[in-house]
């Protein structure tokens, strides 16, 4: 396992890549509030062999943290991923891009947009934004499930997030999760990562560029309020895998109610005995599922 810096734009972005080049490549692209270390163990597993590519995205880690909300709209961030596709498979589409959380994000912005860089889609725990509005905009149990994305938008977050040695940062990370996979070791390394509220800034304001809208408990969103979000520019065309830990509580099976109408060839596996964080506490299994998935 080694570290690149790429220049990104005329900044400078941290990845970290482990395995064989010549071998069929996966970008793994992290969400909050991790950093490319979140798939240390899921590497280790898989590179023997796949070539694994898991960068800091913009605003984590070791890469460039702009201050400015507009710097994460998610044009500019699914450019920061085409960049270090470019960068590693330029003359062919990688094997498959996995985006977990925020990375889900960006992954299937990467799928709708750049079809012909990427073979194959795999999502864990993450949501494709039609499924996702409709689930934040219902006022049900996903739309009080999110209320914290409000709290990460307001500003001053970061300064909270980081009081106190990241105090309510690790209660966002663990409330109602299993956190046992979380050693001293790696949470030491989770805070380095992490920083001080400068830093964080970068990390919420992912969510602060978000078009999504979040309803109050009880009381829907209007059609009228809601983003556009035209269905044929964000059709999935490869074949997609969607791992979903079924103890997750910060996002509920309602996120993915009609996937399979944006996808061309949708696999869903759940997990059991598995939360949010299934990418810990189930490395093997799910490393045991992608293999699967992509095998010729």
């Given at each position: 396992?080694?570290?690149?810096?790429?220049?990104?734009?005329?900044h400078?972005?941290?990845?970290m890549?482990a395995?064989?080049?010549?071998?069929p490549?996966?970008?793994?692209?992290?969400?909050?509030?991790?950093?490319?270390?979140?798939?240390?163990?899921?590497?280790?597993?898989?590179?023997?062999?796949?070539?694994?590519?898991?960068?800091?995205?913009r605003?984590y880690?070791?890469?460039?943290?702009?201050?400015?909300?507009?710097h994460?709209?998610?044009?500019k961030?699914?450019?920061?991923?085409?960049?270090?596709?470019?960068?590693?498979?330029?003359?062919?589409p990688?094997?498959a891009?996995?985006?977990?959380?925020?990375?889900?994000?960006v992954?299937?912005g990467?799928?709708?947009?750049?079809?012909?860089?990427?073979?194959?889609?795999?999502?864990?725990?993450?949501?494709?934004?039609?499924?996702?509005?409709r689930?934040l905009?219902?006022?049900g149990?996903?739309?009080?499930?999110?209320?914290?994305?409000?709290?990460?938008?307001?500003?001053?977050?970061?300064?909270?997030?980081?009081?106190?040695?990241?105090?309510?940062?690790?209660?966002?990370?663990?409330?109602?999760?299993?956190?046992?996979?979380?050693?001293?070791?790696?949470?030491?390394?989770?805070?380095?990562?992490?920083?001080?509220?400068?830093?964080?800034?970068?990390?919420v304001?992912?969510?602060r560029?978000?078009?999504?809208k979040?309803?109050?408990?009880?009381?829907?969103?209007?059609?009228?309020?809601?983003?556009?979000?035209?269905?044929?520019?964000?059709?999935?065309?490869m074949?997609?895998?969607?791992?979903?830990?079924?103890?997750?509580?910060?996002?509920?099976?309602?996120c993915?109610?009609?996937?399979?109408?944006?996808?061309?060839d949708?696999?869903?596996?759940?997990i059991?005995?598995?939360?949010?964080?299934?990418?810990h506490?189930?490395?093997?299994?799910?490393?045991?599922?992608?293999?699967?998935?992509?095998?010729?």
């Amino acid at each position: 396992m080694r570290s690149d810096t790429l220049k990104i734009a005329g900044h400078d972005f941290h990845v970290m890549v482990a395995g064989d080049p010549s071998k069929p490549a996966i970008l793994m692209l992290h969400g909050f509030p991790e950093y490319s270390g979140a798939f240390a163990e899921l590497i280790a597993q898989l590179e023997e062999e796949y070539f694994c590519i898991a960068p800091d995205q913009r605003g984590y880690g070791q890469s460039w943290r702009p201050a400015e909300v507009d710097h994460y709209a998610a044009s500019k961030l699914v450019g920061d991923a085409l960049a270090v596709l470019d960068h590693y498979s330029p003359d062919a589409p990688i094997a498959a891009v996995l985006g977990h959380d925020w990375g889900a994000a960006v992954a299937y912005g990467l799928a709708f947009r750049y079809p012909d860089r990427l073979q194959k889609l795999i999502v864990a725990n993450g949501v494709h934004p039609i499924p996702f509005q409709r689930a934040l905009a219902a006022g049900g149990a996903q739309s009080e499930a999110s209320q914290y994305i409000n709290w990460l938008r307001a500003e001053g977050s970061e300064d909270k997030l980081a009081a106190n040695d990241h105090a309510r940062m690790l209660g966002i990370f663990s409330k109602h999760m299993n956190m046992s996979w979380m050693t001293p070791e790696k949470l030491a390394a989770y805070q380095t990562a992490w920083g001080d509220a400068d830093h964080i800034r970068g990390m919420v304001n992912w969510y602060r560029a978000s078009f999504l809208k979040v309803a109050a408990p009880g009381v829907p969103l209007s059609r009228e309020v809601l983003p556009n979000l035209p269905p044929h520019l964000l059709h999935v065309p490869m074949p997609h895998l969607l791992l979903w830990g079924e103890n997750d509580t910060a996002l509920l099976p309602e996120c993915y109610a009609g996937l399979e109408d944006h996808c061309a060839d949708l696999t869903l596996q759940t997990i059991p005995e598995a939360d949010h964080w299934l990418l810990h506490q189930k490395t093997a299994e799910i490393a045991r599922h992608i293999r699967k998935f992509l095998a010729p």
